[in-house]
């Protein structure tokens, strides 16, 4: 019913920089929260940053001043710019979105993932 594809991954030297992107299509009528979580090697997911319908953004602490989410509504896609890189942060990142299907119900959608690599 939903898809929800990211995008803009890759391998980056430490002290660069990435925009991801994640659209989602299908039987939408609106989407709720959106999320990038990311997940390294043998670590458990984590939620890197989160937008909400109305724009209210929160970061994980170790993000915070360095990756900025942002939502285009119109295009249901979400991003994820992040800068200053740093080894640490290799991992694949995925979106999370909630969303309202065209029948008013709602649910969770996620990506297949991204992989985001730092090179020292």
């Known amino acids: 019913q939903v898809q929800v594809v990211e995008s803009g991954g890759g391998l980056v030297q430490a002290g660069g920089s990435l925009r991801l992107s994640c659209a989602a299509s299908g039987n939408i009528f609106r989407i709720n929260g959106m999320d990038w979580y990311r997940q390294a090697p043998g670590k458990q997911r984590e939620l890197v940053a989160a937008?909400?319908?109305?724009?209210?953004?929160n970061y994980a602490d170790s993000v915070k001043g360095l990756f900025t989410i942002s939502r285009y509504n119109a295009k249901n896609t979400v991003y994820l710019h992040m800068t200053r890189l740093k080894p640490g942060d290799t991992a694949v990142y995925y979106c999370?979105?909630?969303?309202?299907?065209?029948?008013?119900?709602?649910?969770?959608?996620w990506g297949q993932g991204t992989q985001v690599t730092v090179s020292s």
């Open positions: 999370d979105d909630l969303v309202v299907l065209t029948t008013l119900s709602e649910d969770s959608y």
């Open positions: 937008i909400t319908s109305g724009g209210s953004t």
